[in-house]
């Protein structure tokens, strides 16, 4: 069982930048992607950041090149690095755990509030 915690949101100004961290506690043996997902205040959820167990990784266009996500398999956290944070950006992020052939076994974590706001 994998389990899955969020941490370093909070509140930036317009342009700033936040890094968000997912720990990840248990087995994490056969974990085919962790992902950032997104759920914005009257949208829905957004796939914001994938990457792979190979190390590949995907970025939705709204985010492409300006935010990072990597992974450090010895202390098995996943990272978001968000730059130049535009209001649009504000919303609870949420990571995920996709095991390989068993995505209904998806792990979630908590979330955490990240808001853009001068």
């Known amino acids: 069982q994998v389990h899955l915690v969020e941490s370093g949101g909070g509140l930036v100004q317009p342009g700033g930048s936040l890094r968000l961290s997912c720990a990840a506690s248990g087995v994490l043996i056969g974990i085919a992607s962790m992902n950032w997902y997104r759920q914005s205040p009257g949208k829905r959820r957004e796939l914001v950041a994938t990457i792979y167990d190979n190390g590949n990784t995907d970025y939705a266009n709204s985010v492409k090149g300006r935010f990072t996500i990597s992974k450090d398999r010895a202390t098995k956290t996943v990272y978001l690095q968000m730059s130049a944070l535009e209001p649009e950006d504000t919303g609870v992020y949420s990571c995920?755990?996709?095991?390989?052939?068993?995505?209904?076994?998806?792990?979630w974590g908590q979330g955490t509030q990240v808001t853009v706001s001068s």
């Open positions: 995920n755990a996709v095991p390989l052939g068993a995505p209904e076994r998806t792990t």
